[in-house]
């Protein structure tokens, strides 16, 4: 069975100093001006990892290379698949998202495969995520992610201050 993810919409990297990665990936990559979230908070009402309830907190900044985001996470409190990742590996690449045309779908064919759901969520109506083991992939967690009109509105403004 093929999973159907859709495109790759963004590369993730988790990091315990958000302000010297952007500057790292800024000079590295010509990455343009950030938009930075701090204290992101993901409570038990939006958000479940490894099954349970979860509430925590990260800053989060987001850019734009060409037409390919760029997210930073920096965990601030509580447990999730961040602060899992630094645990486990350090600061590093996180995830790559794709957003599937049917987010439903993907998520059960994934399920099928074998690659159970880590942390999953919403943002109002604004998006629906969901973190799958990514190692098949040779990345440590790959996003599936269903992008709202208001959501996709704001990209589009990160993407517009990022030229």
Sequence with gaps: MTLEYGPITQIAWVSTDI???ERMLSR?????EWTRLPDTSFGPQMCRYRGEPADFTAHISLS???DMQLELIEPVRGTSIYTEFLDRCGPGLHHVCFEPSDFD????????RGLPVIQDGAVGQMMRFAYID??????PYVELAEIGPAMREFYRSVHDRAR
């Design 64 to 66: 734009y290379s060409a």
């Design 28 to 32: 590295q990559f010509g990455v343009g």
């Design 105 to 112: 779908t993907a998520i059960a064919q994934a399920t099928a």
């Design 134 to 139: 990514g190692a098949e992939a040779g990345v």
């Design 19 to 21: 302000a010297a990665t």
